[in-house]
C-alpha cells in the first residue's frame, strides 16, 4: 500500500525532473570546445604482455618476442 504510492510519487516525481532537464537549453559558450584527438601517441613497441620479472628474465637470456 504505501510502497505503492511512493512508487507512484517517484515516477511522477522522475517525469517531471526530466521534463525540466529536458526544457533548459545551454547558453552559447565562446571559446569553448574539447579536443578530439588521442591523449598519447602510438609507442614503436608492442604491450608489455607478461609479468615484467619474467620479460626481464628473458631479456637477459637474448630470447626475442617477435
Do not use: C
Not at 525532473?17 to 526544457?23: D, F, H, K, V
Not at 545551454?26 to 574539447?34: A, C, I, K, Q, S
Not at 614503436?44 to 617477435?66: F, H, S, T, W
Amino acid at each position: 500500500m504505501h510502497t505503492e504510492e511512493n512508487s507512484e510519487f517517484r515516477w511522477v516525481v522522475y517525469q517531471l525532473m526530466l521534463e525540466e532537464i529536458a526544457s533548459h537549453r545551454v547558453g552559447n559558450r565562446p571559446n569553448r570546445y574539447e579536443p578530439r584527438r588521442r591523449k598519447r601517441r602510438p609507442k614503436p613497441y608492442d604491450r608489455l604482455m607478461m609479468p615484467r620479472k619474467e620479460a626481464k628474465r628473458l631479456m637477459a637470456k637474448g630470447v626475442r618476442d617477435n
